[in-house]
């Protein structure tokens, strides 16, 4: 599934011009974000059935979108009102460290994810929320975690 951020449809149902070029006809939509004490925010989160489906597609777009436009560096559905099991993120350049490990990822999407520690060690580092604009803290995170889903 090609994931990135795009002016037009999300759907694979785009036409073509008279040089053969697809061109779009669907705007990404900013979506909105909830705030810091929404009920949404404190449910628990559905699987995705069907990652493949083009309103999960649709979603995925549109949260690649609202996380530009915020900005940020990553998402969760839950934070954009819909209460499944689904994140996007990025490490830009200005973020990595260069530290074994801590490289530049392009946008990435996590379907159904499962995030396990990856050995002991912890480290502090300043975050922020897209749910809770304006507020950074220092936060305990593991140093290495591994992670799998549906890409």
Known sequence: MPIGRSPGRCDDEAATGPNQT???TRAMTVLKI????HPI????????????????????????????????????APQVHVPLRLFVFRVQPHRATGAPGDAVIGNTVVINPVVEPFGEEMQLRWEGCLS????????????????????
């Open 132 to 151: 809770i604009p304006g507020l950074r803290a220092v936060v305990p995170r593991w140093r290495r975690v591994r992670y799998s889903g549906f890409d």
């Open 22 to 24: 697809a061109f779009y």
């Open 41 to 76: 925010l404190l449910e628990r989160c559905q699987p995705v059935a069907d990652p493949g489906a083009p309103e999960i597609r649709r979603l995925v777009h549109d949260m690649f979108e609202t996380m530009e436009d915020a900005p940020g560096a990553g998402l969760a």
């Open 34 to 37: 909830a705030r810091m004490g």
